[in-house]
């Protein structure tokens, strides 16, 4: 995997990991007293390695010991990625879009 790939593949779940994150936070609001961070790292780890294993399959690189310690770093990645910018883009889209709560 080339650096390239390693960082749009890394844009893409992040994006994907907070969208989904907050999906969930959404389903569960006040429900339960659980850890939105600890949820977010489950996601992104779920996403990133699976959407990196979906990667390798689409491409036909073998699963080697090398790829699968990067599936692993692509889901830790994400999920750092995701926890630190999808505040900052919620808060920008509501920016553009006229709302007061930000």
């Known amino acids: 995997m080339t650096i390239t790939d390693f960082l749009f593949l890394l844009a893409a779940f992040s ?3 907070g969208l989904v ?10 429900k339960t007293n659980f850890s939105y ?4 790292l ?12 979906i990667y390798y399959q689409l491409n ?5 010991t090398n790829n ?3 599936m692993v770093l692509m889901g830790l990645s994400s999920g750092l990625v995701s926890m630190v910018g ?3 883009v919620k808060q920008t ?10």
Not at 43 to 53: D, E, F, H, K
């Open 42 to 53: 489950i996601v992104a780890l779920i996403i990133g390695g699976v959407g990196c294993g």
């Open 86 to 88: 999808f505040d900052k």
């Open 93 to 102: 889209i509501s920016q553009f879009g006229g709302s007061k709560k930000a």
């Open 21 to 30: 994150t907050e999906a969930i936070k959404k389903l569960i609001v006040e």
């Open 15 to 17: 994006v994907l990991s």
């Open 60 to 64: 036909a690189i073998p699963f080697t």
């Open 37 to 40: 961070n600890l949820l977010a």
């Open 68 to 70: 699968i310690i990067y």
